[in-house]
Nanobody, 121 residues
Framework: QVQLVESGGGLVQAGGSLRLSCTAS????????MGWYRQAPGKQRELVAQ???????NYGDAAKGRFTISRDNVKNTMYLQMNSLKSEDTAVYYC???????????????WGQGTQVTVSL
């Protein structure tokens, strides 16, 4: 099993910055992709950014040019640097880890508990 704990959320004014962290524990060697998703009230959960073990990244449209995802495999920690925040970035941000569970390559998704990001005007 993999456990994920997010931190770094909070209240920030529009135009400001926040850095989210997600620390993994447990069977961390099984983790391949990690990512950040967010869910605003009344909306579906959406991809913010994703990073592979190789370091390659993928961003959702809302994050491109403003957010940067990174990963420290030694510390088993993933980060999301968010700059130029807008009110529409207000959401609960969830950490996700995709783990390989057997030699056939089956995968399991793990989720953190979420951290609230609120951007005020």
């Amino acid at each position: 099993q993999v456990q994920l704990v997010e931190s770094g959320g909070g209240l920030v004014q529009a135009g400001g910055s926040l850095r989210l962290s997600c620390t993994a524990s447990g069977r961390t060697a099984s983790i391949d992709h990690m990512g950040w998703y967010r869910q605003a009230p009344g909306k579906q959960r959406e991809l913010v950014a994703q990073i592979r073990n190789s370091g390659s990244t993928n961003y959702g449209d809302a994050a491109k040019g403003r957010f940067t995802i990174s990963r420290d495999n030694v510390k088993n920690t993933m980060y999301l640097q968010m700059n130029s925040l807008k009110s529409e970035d207000t959401a609960v941000y969830y950490c996700n880890a995709e783990a390989v569970v057997n030699v056939e390559g089956s995968r399991v998704y793990h989720w953190g508990q979420g951290t609230q990001v609120t951007v005020s005007l």
